[in-house]
């Protein structure tokens, strides 16, 4: 068990940067929603501009209220290549209007806390104390879409809560993770490795450690990943 532990409870990554649909930095607002969807409605009026329009430097960036749909990712405002953008976003005419005439550049995102952060994982330590060490990491979500894979996470963990489990998610760099649970110190003893029987009951519960919503194999092994105890970030 000691062998395991710098694998089994490594911290979670930090959301430092981000890929294709979450870029990090300056970019021109297009469109912002803030209903109840408002990822899912981002995530599609983007895959629509980006096919009528040829643009495939289009991203959604979400907060916990609301969801824009932006185009490109500069290092900063005064980059010809934002200015580019910029010109061309008010200059697009769709039929005999300029839908974007209006679009501004906006800064970079400082990472997301979701749609829901109160089921964010970096508040656990704040809402049970410091206590609060380890959860169990159920699944990851990782796809070429960011936004998407951060919104299925955000949906598993609302399914889980309202089956009354304890239940958050991460968003890190490359995945979105899905955990269950806050144990301290006492739950897993690190050196000895014991284990509480609260721990192993919420194992028996998730045993796996799901891929995008399916079971999967480590490459080279026969069984499928299990579930695993993992750091809560301060």
Not at 11 to 38: C, I, K, M, Q, Y
């Given at each position: 068990?000691?062998?395991?532990?710098?694998?089994v409870?490594?911290?979670?990554?930090?959301?430092?940067?981000?890929?294709?649909?979450?870029?990090?930095?300056?970019?021109?607002?297009?469109?912002?929603?803030?209903?109840?969807?408002?990822?899912?409605?981002?995530?599609a009026?983007?895959?629509q501009?980006?096919?009528a329009?040829?643009?495939?430097?289009?991203?959604?960036?979400?907060?916990?209220?609301?969801?824009?749909?932006?185009?490109?990712?500069?290092?900063?405002?005064?980059?010809?290549?934002?200015?580019?953008?910029?010109?061309?976003?008010?200059?697009?005419?769709?039929?005999?209007?300029?839908?974007?005439?209006?679009?501004?550049?906006?800064?970079?995102?400082?990472?997301?806390?979701?749609?829901?952060?109160?089921?964010?994982?970096?508040?656990?330590?704040?809402?049970?104390?410091?206590?609060?060490?380890?959860?169990?990491?159920?699944?990851?979500?990782?796809?070429?879409?960011?936004?998407?894979?951060?919104?299925?996470?955000?949906?598993?963990?609302?399914?889980?809560?309202?089956?009354?489990?304890?239940?958050?998610?991460?968003?890190?760099?490359?995945?979105?993770?899905?955990?269950?649970?806050?144990?301290?110190a006492?739950?897993?003893?690190?050196?000895?490795?014991?284990?509480?029987?609260?721990?192993?009951?919420?194992?028996?519960?998730?045993?796996?450690?799901?891929?995008?919503?399916?079971?999967y194999?480590?490459?080279?092994?026969?069984?499928?990943?299990?579930?695993?105890?993992?750091?809560?970030?301060?």
């Amino acid at each position: 068990m000691r062998s395991e532990g710098k694998k089994v409870f490594a911290t979670p990554e930090s959301s430092a940067g981000e890929g294709r649909s979450e870029a990090l930095g300056w970019g021109v607002v297009l469109e912002h929603f803030t209903s109840a969807d408002h990822v899912t409605q981002a995530i599609a009026r983007r895959d629509q501009l980006a096919s009528a329009h040829g643009r495939g430097d289009l991203h959604v960036r979400s907060t916990s209220s609301g969801s824009a749909v932006m185009l490109g990712s500069h290092e900063n405002a005064a980059d010809p290549g934002a200015q580019r953008d910029m010109a061309w976003a008010r200059g697009l005419v769709v039929g005999e209007t300029r839908p974007y005439q209006r679009a501004f550049l906006a800064p970079p995102a400082v990472g997301s806390r979701g749609s829901r952060p109160e089921f964010n994982l970096t508040g656990a330590k704040k809402t049970y104390g410091k206590s609060a060490i380890y959860t169990l990491q159920i699944g990851v979500w990782e796809l070429d879409d960011r936004a998407k894979a951060r919104a299925e996470a955000e949906r598993e963990v609302i399914r889980l809560r309202q089956e009354g489990q304890e239940a958050f998610y991460y968003h890190g760099q490359k995945r979105s993770m899905v955990t269950v649970g806050v144990f301290s110190a006492a739950d897993y003893d690190a050196v000895t490795g014991k284990i509480d029987p609260a721990v192993r009951l919420a194992q028996k519960i998730y045993p796996h450690n799901l891929l995008n919503g399916e079971k999967y194999r480590a490459r080279g092994e026969s069984r499928f990943v299990s579930s695993a105890l993992v750091r809560i970030p301060n």
